[in-house]
């Protein structure tokens, strides 16, 4: 008998982590690109019904924002480039400012935890950054790429 509810107990917590991670959603995403000589910025942020876009240089006081309301299926699209699981495994690379270079930084919060990532470009599972910023040039207007 005592056997017995030690196998249902352990059989239902392993259900509820199951269930559990797959109740985890993206709730927002933030992509940046900041540095070189003229201080370039690119600023990007979505979350579940909107998206914010701001650049400019510094060295020259230039700066543009755009902002406008999504639709739940473009929502569906840019979240669907990311796998919640890989998350955590993705590794940051050194910033390159120091050398002149432009950061990349990917911020990206969920449910249950938040995630920010610098010049991952090496990193395994970087294809689905690539993926969220191939969908953002379908949404971001022309002007402003």
Known sequence: MFL?????????KTTNRSS??????ITFIGLSDAGGQLGYYRV???SKDSIHFESGQTANNKHEEWHSVIKPETWKKLVSCFKI???SNIESSP???????????FQIKT????????????????????????ELLKIIPQ???
């Open 4 to 12: 017995l509810l030690v196998i249902f107990s352990c059989s239902e």
């Open 44 to 46: 990007i942020k979505v």
């Open 85 to 87: 699981k890989n998350l």
């Open 111 to 134: 449910s249950k935890k938040s995630h920010v990532y610098v010049n991952a470009h090496s990193d395994i599972h970087y294809n689905q950054f690539n993926c969220f910023k191939q």
């Open 20 to 25: 559990d991670s797959r109740n985890e959603e």
């Open 95 to 105: 910033s390159i400012q120091a050398i002149d270079g432009i950061d990349e930084s």
């Open 143 to 145: 002007k402003y790429q």
